[in-house]
């Protein structure tokens, strides 16, 4: 009976510990901050200029030493580790520069088009770079060959392959990289004109299925592809894919998506869609430079303006240019919220601080809020620097972990904003 007691006394007190710890504060109702959306009308000129630019070039601009980077940058001392966490040896990250045959470089000079979600890469392999796992902030999910993930039906041009031939350094609409070969056909001009001037949907929920009109499952996709319009019934838009085998190279397939995951591009900008578009981002988990299909804060921002044929660069230092900016740095914490309540407009202003970027939606209580995929927040404990993970996309004030007892308050969100982008909509 006293062994019970004690056990008792002893959850009594963890669980005492437990409710007295902070907690991160970042559940907020969506629905209702975008009520202030103001209608907007938009031209997607600017849009369609970038995103079929790798289809109107004759070369790549970057002279080759700037475009192999990476070869220089990955083949210094610093060390690196693999997928089974152990220190990747010199003689592996050789073997990968060594294919990158940038020798070749712009000789190839094809269009090309990717069949499926995939990730540009930094070196022409799948296989992870992280810097240490013991140090915070790095290891899994930092793979430092992670480019970006890549939409199906993206507009590519090839410089060249790999000495294997697994792979292709692209110029796509936001990057260069390396893409599997396996993931992409080549087009003639034909179907490349038939492809770029055909009306066009998009799609607007997470995932979404495609299947052939025997409802045979094609493959999934993600909020932000594009697909060219070729009909549609009471339930389905239909439209087309490439395929890549021996047998049926550039194939087109017909699929069918349904009404409810896809809409003609560009979808109105509006409360209704704007609130249908945070849905459907909201909760997924975070990718760093699109890791495991997942989004980071820039493919978030750059994905929730896409359906509205609005166009972002892919980073966040780039997404800083991209519309009228406000510089905050010098202001206090207090003036830098009254400035974003001031000039921001809800759904369309950016807020950057370096290495980071968020949607501003408005305010609860006179409060900023943001949606925003992140990662974490740096913690302190006993001395030593940690995270306390978030990693999915979240609403949440620019205090954000204010209420942590752990964090160091110099790190918070609202300390750290450098400025905003006030209306991404007017571009150059």
């Not at 007190?13 to 907020?28: A, D, E, M, R």
């Not at 930092?142 to 110029?171: C, E």
Request: with cysteine; aromatic share 12%; net charge positive.
């Amino acid at each position: 009976m006293k062994s019970l007691i004690a056990i008792v006394c002893i959850l009594l007190i963890f669980s005492g510990c437990v409710t007295k710890q902070p907690i991160l504060l970042y559940n907020h109702d969506i629905g209702q901050l975008a009520q202030a959306v103001r209608p907007q009308h938009i031209t997607t000129e600017y849009f369609k200029t970038h995103f079929y630019k790798p289809w109107h070039v004759q070369a790549i601009a970057q002279p080759r030493q700037k475009a192999a980077w990476a070869n220089e940058h990955f083949n210094q001392k610093e060390k690196y580790y693999g997928e089974n966490l152990r220190p990747l040896s010199t003689k592996e990250i050789h073997t990968i520069i060594n294919t990158t045959h940038f020798d070749a470089y712009n000789q190839e000079g094809q269009s090309a088009i990717t069949i499926k979600n995939e990730q540009m890469r930094e070196l022409p392999t799948h296989k992870p770079f992280f810097t240490s796992p013991k140090k915070a902030g790095e290891g899994y999910p930092f793979d430092y060959l992670q480019n970006s993930r890549i939409h199906i039906n993206t507009p590519l041009f090839i410089s060249h392959y790999s000495t294997d031939g697994a792979w292709a350094f692209v110029k796509s609409p936001f990057s260069l990289g390396w893409i599997p070969t396996s993931s992409i056909v080549l087009l003639n001009a034909k179907q490349q004109k038939d492809f770029e001037h055909a009306p066009k949907i998009i799609i607007t929920k997470d995932n979404t299925p495609l299947y052939t009109k025997n409802q045979r499952y094609v493959r999934s996709v993600k909020l932000g592809a594009i697909f060219p319009y070729q009909g549609e019934d009471t339930l389905f838009y239909y439209s087309y894919v490439f395929i890549n085998t021996w047998q049926d190279y550039g194939k087109k397939i017909a699929v069918r998506i349904l009404k409810d995951d896809a809409n003609f591009f560009p979808i109105p900008f509006n409360h209704e869609t704007a609130l249908q578009i945070a849905q459907s981002l909201i909760g997924e988990k975070y990718g760093w430079g699109g890791y495991l299909g997942n989004r980071d804060c820039s493919a978030m921002t750059k994905d929730f303006f896409a359906p509205f044929g609005i166009w972002l660069p892919r980073n966040s230092a780039a997404q800083k240019h991209a519309g009228k900016y406000l510089s905050l740095e010098g202001l206090s914490p207090k003036e830098k919220e009254e400035r974003i309540i001031k000039e921001g407009i809800p759904f369309q202003s950016l807020i950057y601080l370096r290495g980071h970027i968020m949607l501003y939606v408005g305010t609860i209580n006179h409060v900023a809020m943001v949606l925003h995929n992140i990662w974490g927040l740096k913690t302190n404990i006993n001395g030593k620097e940690g995270r306390d993970i978030i990693g999915k996309t979240v609403i949440s004030s620019l205090y954000l972990g204010k209420n942590h007892d752990n964090i160091n308050q110099k790190t918070l969100l609202i300390e750290r904003v450098e400025g905003m982008v006030i209306h991404p909509f007017i571009q150059p």
